[in-house]
């Protein structure tokens, strides 16, 4: 048996094509079948975040098919991104009961890492009363974990609380948890993740009404994307675009909504939970 490959450190969530194709070319390998089951899993959830639902739960029928009765942790993956594919292709009611299987045969396992995702998703596919309990738990479970990857899930953690606070309008609370994921994703060394913690800080400080902190910060992240000669970031132009226009400089503010239409008009998830916001966006960077 040949060694086996540690798959997990060859993800990258912002490129799942270049992703799946650097998994799938791990398949022909001469590995047990629990671990191409896990494998497999991934490729699913390359699939799922391309929006390539129906191959996904091919793969996925596929992994299931390699399980064995002892394969915990290949079956809490599948479980996981079964229940993914589902949320992300509209039915997050449907996916609960995989995200509790998930939940409770990692936490029985010590499988801290699974168990903390599976936390996470339902704080995202339950319903509102109890998104805030299972988003607490798994920040209480990342946060006392011996295990580095279940710790590495705190950030996101953080991110997801926050704008659960800011979705009940609990501004000073979000703006307590944004601020604490900004010092965690500078330790973590990852720039695009710190840019959106750092954008989140600023999005609670316009909820507050604190307009010119928050210009400051989405100012410096206009900046520090234009200097690394990247493409322009429609989210922060939006922010910029919505702050100068409390602010009354409403000349300028235009010029950045119309930076933002021309990226975000590409974002196909955009056009399709946040169909208003976008024509807003749109409006606005046509007005006098």
């Known amino acids: 048996m040949s060694e086996v490959p540690d798959f997990d450190t060859l993800w990258d969530f912002h490129d799942p094509a270049a992703t799946e194709q650097r998994f ?3 398949l022909p390998g001469p590995y047990a079948p629990s671990w191409r089951a896990e494998l497999l899993s991934q490729i699913a959830r390359t699939q799922g975040l391309q929006r390539r639902f ?19 942790r290949p079956r809490v993956r599948c479980l996981l991104e079964r ?3 589902l949320n992300t292709s509209g039915d997050p009611a449907s996916s609960r009961a995989l995200f509790r299987s998930a939940f ?13 995702d599976a ?14 309990d299972w988003t607490g738990h798994a920040i209480r479970i990342a946060e006392v974990s011996a295990d580095p990857r279940a710790r590495n899930w705190l950030g996101s953690l953080y991110n997801n609380l926050g704008w659960s606070m800011m979705d009940l309008g609990r501004f000073e609370e979000a ?24 954008w989140c800080v600023g999005r609670a400080l316009r909820a507050l009404g604190r307009f010119d902190e928050a210009l400051a910060i989405q100012t410096a992240l206009h900046a520090e994307w234009a200097a690394a000669g990247g ?12 702050l100068l226009l409390e602010l009354g400089r409403t000349g300028q503010a235009k010029a950045y909504f119309a930076q933002a239409y021309q990226r975000l008009s590409a974002d196909t998830w955009l056009a399709e939970h946040e169909a208003p916001r976008l024509e807003r966006i749109k409006t606005l960077s046509q007005g006098a």
């Not at 996925?60 to 064995?68: H, R, Y």
């Not at 493409?231 to 919505?242: I, M, T």
């Open 231 to 242: 493409e322009e970031d429609g989210y922060v132009s939006e922010e910029l675009g919505e």
């Open 24 to 26: 799938r070319a791990l």
């Open 119 to 132: 936390a996470h998703m339902l704080g995202i596919v339950e319903p509102p009363e109890i998104q805030l």
């Open 175 to 198: 703006l307590a948890i944004f601020q604490k994921a900004v010092p965690f994703r500078e330790a973590q060394g990852k720039l695009i993740e710190l840019r959106i913690a750092k």
């Open 104 to 116: 409770e045969l990692a936490s029985a396992e010590g499988l801290d890492f699974f168990t903390v």
């Open 54 to 72: 129906d191959p996904a739960n091919v793969t996925l029928n596929e992994a299931e098919a390699l399980l064995g009765d002892t394969d915990v």
């Open 83 to 85: 229940g993914r594919v």
